[in-house]
């Protein structure tokens, strides 16, 4: 398996502020990341793909301009949620790919509470 | 566009009960299979994974099975216990990338 940390594990801000969440790989280094999140009996739902030292890729109808992602080294990504909305509240997981077999490894997710 | 449908979106159980749940994909240009569990307010931890050649895989009292052509996949947990309760998401690999799709999951609960 993998180990993978988050942080904060839940936050509450007030709308218009900006958050940050980080994703950290503890046993390996990791090229690629990915950011989902998971509105209340909703799927999980991919944001975007994180890779080491060049732009995310961002999936259809994210905003890659208020869900920045920094991956600046093989064991960090980071999302930064720019002046967050109430409907931005969510749970939001990031997930690391390991090996060639494509299975991604969870981190325990961040609660984000707009206000 | 794969979609990924769970069934049933609840379960409740007795424990020691067998039970199985259920899995469906509307694209079978699958990679791999993943079944995952997330307690509330948790992340994810990868219980099985299928690749698109294989037919089942098995850990412990879980056992998950692919039929591909069908779109379909099972979990299977055998003598179910109280600490198996949680929410179980079943998520499809497309082929050629990193990206899965998941279902909405099935939310187990074992009564003592």
């Known amino acids: 398996g993998a180990v993978v940390s988050q942080h904060p594990s839940r936050v509450i801000c007030k709308s218009g502020t900006s958050v940050k969440i980080e994703c950290r790989s503890l046993d390996f280094q990791a090229t690629t990341m990915f950011w989902y999140r998971q509105f209340p009996k909703k799927s999980l739902m991919l944001m975007a793909t994180?890779?080491?030292?060049?732009?995310?890729?961002?999936e259809q109808g994210v905003e890659k301009d208020k869900f920045l992602i920094n991956h600046a080294s093989l064991t960090l990504s980071t999302l930064t949620v720019t002046s967050a909305h109430p409907e931005d509240s969510s749970f939001y997981i990031c997930?690391?790919?390991?090996?060639?077999?494509?299975?991604?490894?969870f981190g325990p997710g961040t609660r984000l509470t707009v206000t | 566009k794969q979609e990924v449908t769970q069934i049933p979106a609840a379960l409740s159980v007795p424990e020691g009960e067998n039970l199985v749940l259920n899995c469906s994909f509307t694209d079978s240009a699958i990679y791999n299979l993943q079944w995952f569990r997330q307690d509330p307010g948790k992340g994810l931890t990868s219980l099985l994974l299928i690749q698109s050649s294989q037919r089942e895989q098995t850990s412990g009292r879980l056992n998950a099975s692919l039929d591909k052509s069908s779109g379909r996949s099972t979990l299977y947990i055998a003598a179910s216990q109280p600490g198996d309760s949680a929410t179980y998401l079943c998520?499809?690999?497309?082929?050629?990338?990193?990206?899965?799709?998941f279902g909405k999951g099935t939310k187990l609960s074992v009564i003592p």
């Open positions: 997930s690391l790919e390991k090996d060639s077999a494509y299975e991604q490894y």
């Open positions: 994180s890779n080491e030292g060049s732009k995310a890729t961002y």
């Open positions: 998520a499809v690999g497309r082929a050629g990338s990193y990206q899965l799709t």
